[in-house]
């Protein structure tokens, strides 16, 4: 399954993006699946995932301001970041969490103080 993150752009601290992800096939492969992000010269983090049935977890820099969801029948990944601050700039990809297609290209968020 290919997975190509998009909606990723420049906006203002306090600001708001919604980042879709669509997968070529179904992303029932993908129990669970996340939402990671990567700032230049640091790892890729999980920072969101999903169960299958809906259950989340919110890594502790982006809770109460990101919420995550997907929609199975259409295949895509959500990610609905609000409040952004600037250390929320990165480039942001989606994956399964314990089974993983290869990376995408991922998408730029930059958000200007």
């Known amino acids: 399954v290919q997975l190509q993150a998009s909606g990723g752009g420049l906006v203002q601290a306090g600001g708001s993006l919604r980042l879709s992800c669509a997968a070529s096939?179904?992303?029932?492969?993908?129990?669970?699946m996340g939402w990671y992000r990567q700032a230049p010269g640091k790892q890729r983090d999980v920072i969101a995932t999903?169960?299958?049935?809906?259950?989340?977890y919110y890594a502790d820099p982006v809770k109460g301001r990101f919420t995550i969801s997907r929609d199975n029948a259409k295949n895509t990944l959500y990610l609905q970041m609000n409040s952004l601050k600037p250390e929320d700039t990165a480039v942001y990809y989606c994956n399964g969490i314990a089974t993983r297609s290869p990376w995408g290209q991922g998408t730029q968020v930059t958000v200007s103080s």
């Open positions: 096939g179904s992303i029932f492969s993908f129990n669970v």
């Open positions: 999903i169960s299958s049935r809906g259950n989340t």
